[in-house]
């Protein structure tokens, strides 16, 4: 149900990214995913709420709405959304007797984005919102058999590798964590944090062997041994941890390589079609629709959909003056050689 990791280039360069893991197509018709980027000083009308773009951003959204799964923008903050079970709301009027600004969790992703240019910027606001409870329409025209408001919860990094976490699990309000620059579903983040303890003796490089009498030399099998017990299915615990260490014991890389490093990482997340049914009576599965990973400095995203290995590449243009969509490729490319 969706994971992102963050990694930095030798020279700082960040590289971000995250997969799309649901129980549907994002691109068919009736969701229509896209890239959409909107310019600064556009406006904006939310289900609730209009407001002026301070910030030129772009990303992937639903059916041409403010509804965006992840994106970037012009000040270099990136991020997403992904489903939390133990998320919450409250009504307009329980939010306002508390003194919060309500916001519809479906446009958190555009919100941040069009209005803040920085972690500190984004956690000084959301301690005063919480989470206004109330139906999606384009999402619900979308069909994907999951019903608004879909509990959620949102990580955002800047162009260091500093990121937060926003999760609105206390009645709509939101609790606000620094980020360790990898994010999964459920529990909520201390929990995983937490669980990490219980993998401390994962390490990247080989044991060798274990002396344990002077007659037992337990020898290791060929390579890898240092990360035995490194939790291989993709439940969201599992995933979190194998995304920490996977991401963490990367070897130096130059940015040049950046995006091809993220995508390598990610080979251990992504979750193909049929290994992860709902129930053993239905055929619907969790899968991963669509990998994304953002390119921090250079502002650009690179998709690549579950049906086709090739990549998208957009660069966002902080001077556009209107809003662009595109379409992702779909079309399997290959560089073929001549002999």
Partial sequence: MCTNISITADNGDVFWGRTMDFTFDPFKPSADSKMTSYPANYELEGLHQSWSTKYAFMGINVNDSLFFNDGINSAGIVGDAQYLEEASWDTVD????RGLKPIIGEEVVAYVLSNFGSIAEIKEAFQK????????????????GIPTPIPMHYTFSDSTGKSVILEPVNNGAFKIYDGIGVMTNSPEYPWHLDNLRNYLQLTNHNLGHNQITDQLDI?????????????????????FVRSTYLSKFLAPFHSDQGITQLYNVFKALMIPRGIEHLSAETDNCDYTGYWAGYDVTQRSLYIQPEDCPTMTKFVLDPNITTKVTQPIQHEFKVLETKN
Avoid: F, V
């Fill in 219 to 239: 020898k290791q099998i060929e390579s890898g041994s240092g990360l035995i017990g490194l939790p291989g299915d993709y439940t969201a615990p599992s995933r």
């Fill in 129 to 144: 919102m919480g989470q206004e409870k109330t139906t999606y329409p384009d999402w619900e025209a979308a069909d994907t």
């Fill in 94 to 97: 329980n939010l306002k007797k």
